[in-house]
């Protein structure tokens, strides 16, 4: 299995500039989420999806949108990105309910605005 | 508010060396706690999973404890090797909402 495959690993953006974030998992997997993780911090929510069709706000929403129009897939789009969107990005994905709370993490995507 | 805490912030150990990290969380109600393993430039891998009813766990030269009255959990890596190089990442599961507070996690530096 592949598990949770992020694209594209590295990318350069000039401020102003939108672009997708893709992510997929081959687990079956309900939730989905993205983070992002900057130096000295933890890893903040940014969107989840607690299946396809749905989606919600993390911590850190602004400037992002994403959607889940099948279960495999949950891309992250940024709008007009700015300098204080770089940093790296995780999707992850896991079962639902309490029993299942593994996440499984995609490669990351380092992105640097300029 | 649900926090999760860790400390210290970054370390630094000789090849060989024991050291043990630390997590205390207000999570409430509390499900589950897990560390995870981040490798520079990789996504965090779980390491183990624990338990409102489970004090010790152990996956191989990691062995994890937790004190649910005090909440409070450790990490501890025997005979550390370069290889351990990497952030450890506690992360607490909530019941009632089936969400996940996770750590800042702790920087590890394993040295020859």
């Known amino acids: 299995n592949a598990g949770v495959t992020q694209t594209p690993k590295f990318q350069v953006l000039k401020t102003g500039q939108s672009m997708t974030l893709q992510c997929a998992q081959d687990?079956?997997?309900?939730?989905m989420s993205w983070y992002r993780q900057d130096p000295g911090m933890g890893l903040r929510l940014i969107h989840y999806s607690v299946g396809a069709g749905i989606t919600d706000q993390g911590e850190v929403p602004n400037g992002y949108n994403v959607s889940r129009s099948t279960t495999e897939d949950f891309p992250l789009r940024l709008l007009s990105a700015a300098p204080s969107q770089t940093s790296v990005y995780f999707c992850?994905?896991?079962?639902?309910?309490?029993?299942?709370?593994?996440?499984?993490f995609g490669q990351g995507t380092r992105l640097t605005v300029v | 508010k649900n926090q999760v805490e860790q400390s210290p912030q970054s370390l630094i150990i000789l090849e060989g060396k024991n050291c043990t990290l630390q997590?205390?969380?207000?999570?409430?109600?509390?499900?589950?706690l897990r560390w995870y393993k981040q490798d520079t430039g990789r996504g965090p891998v779980s390491l183990t999973i624990?338990?409102?009813?489970?004090n010790t766990k152990s996956n191989g030269r990691y062995t994890a404890t937790l004190d649910a009255d005090t909440k409070q959990s450790s990490l501890h890596i025997t005979a550390s090797q370069l290889s351990d190089s990497a952030s450890y990442i506690c992360?607490?599961?909530?019941?009632?909402?089936?969400?996940?507070?996770f750590g800042p996690g702790t920087s590890l530096s394993v040295i020859p």
């Open positions: 992360v607490v599961s909530e019941a009632s909402y089936d969400k996940v507070i």
């Open positions: 624990m338990t409102f009813s489970e």
């Open positions: 992850a994905s896991r079962g639902t309910g309490v029993l299942n709370t593994e996440a499984f």
């Open positions: 687990m079956n997997h309900e939730y």
């Open positions: 997590c205390n969380y207000t999570v409430s109600p509390f499900s589950n």
